[in-house]
């Protein structure tokens, strides 16, 4: 197996291992811990030095891990890549067990994000999340993390007989058609607070101490290396786990030199980004002055590191699609895994200038990987990622990237094997440069 086709493997492992945000940052802090990062408390007084390396986390779903350079912050600066832990699927909602003709118990659930709805119907799905329960301190209940994993329920599709216009289109109702059925009812069957019950047998807990959870669904089949030649990568959460995954990778795998090197991962960019986890909060702004301010520089010194800042914002990217070539700008047109993809909007949906787009092609010439350009068509709205958002609480250069992947959104989407490791091999060059 070569070394591209086993760092993708690895991300479907990790991808896998990640059913919701919280385990996604619970599997990076593991990661970090085992290569000598240090967790810092947000709570508690910092002590940090030069050339260490220090991780703090908000709300179990968002993580900042940094690696302080050798030299002054306030003339070298930080280098920043960015990426968000969230991916579009559907949450539970408080006392969501329905009992249908007597029968049936499905779980009521919401829309979380934009999914393609159909394609999470008639496929195995399980839940995963946080649960909270009773604690000492009422400002400090307790949480653990659940993983159902197992193939715990399924959405039903409406057969063809019933709904012969349903190839032609059709518009799913997300409070009756798209909710997960879990079980058939008999007379043993205990319906009432039937997920409550379930989650205290999971994590072995009195029910009355559970006092809320947020929980959600995910798919429950792991993802697969496809294509003759192994070249693509079938998996859900690619974006933006991919980024996830290969930015950590690149900020391990790289040296520490008189740039702070920063990895960010926000929460909720899916949903807009306006919590205090998500790139629009001062989060991030917060973490980078208290480095500052940890290695005894002031305020003025805080407001230099940044202008010697690079943020690369990294979300996944629309490749070309074979079946739908009309879709796609004229003369930017970027497929899988032909690189990188830098990405550019005149009306700032990304980032990306002249100036950053030029620094990040230098980056990836010296890393010998290939990149391409994405635009919109000029008659289609696109959408726009955390790089802008964030230039809302930093005012930092900054370029917006991504792979090319096709099926973004759905429940499984497809990428490129070299794709995945060209993006982190620019990680690298960039940390190290």
Partial sequence: MTRKLEFAQELIDFIDNSPSAFHVVENVKKELIKNGFVELEASE????????????????SALIAFVVGKGD?????????GAHTDSPTFKIKPNPEMVEENAFLRLNTEVYGGPIL???????????????LKGEDIFNP?????????????????AIHMNRKVNEGIKLNTQNETLPLVSMINKEFEKDD??????????DVNVEDILDFDLFLYEYEKGKIVGLNNE???????????????????????KVNNKTNVMVLFDNEEVGSTTKQGAASPMLRTILERICLSLGKNREDFYRSLSNSFLISSDMAHGVHPNYKQKQDPTSRPVINGGPAIKLSANQAYTTDSISSAIYESICKMAEVPFQKFVNRSD????????????TQLDIPSVDIGNPILSMHSVRELGGVDDHYYVYKSFVQYYNY
């Fill in 142 to 158: 307790k949480s653990y993390l659940i993983d159902m994993d197992k193939p715990l329920m399924v959405i039903p599709n409406l």
């Fill in 45 to 60: 007084n910092w002590k940090i030095e030069k050339s260490g390396k220090y991780f703090v986390t908000k709300n179990g």
């Fill in 232 to 254: 693509f990568i079938s998996c859900g959460k690619l974006d933006d786990l991919a980024m996830v995954h290969a930015g950590i990778k690149g900020l391990l795998d790289s």
């Fill in 380 to 391: 289609e709205r696109g959408g726009s990622t955390i790089g802008p958002i964030s230039s």
């Fill in 73 to 81: 912050i306030e003339s070298e600066g930080f280098k920043l890549i």
């Fill in 194 to 203: 039937f997920l409550i019950g379930e989650i205290a047998k999971e994590l």
């Fill in 118 to 132: 159909n394609t999470w119907l008639d496929r195995p799905l399980s839940l995963a999340g946080r649960v909270t």
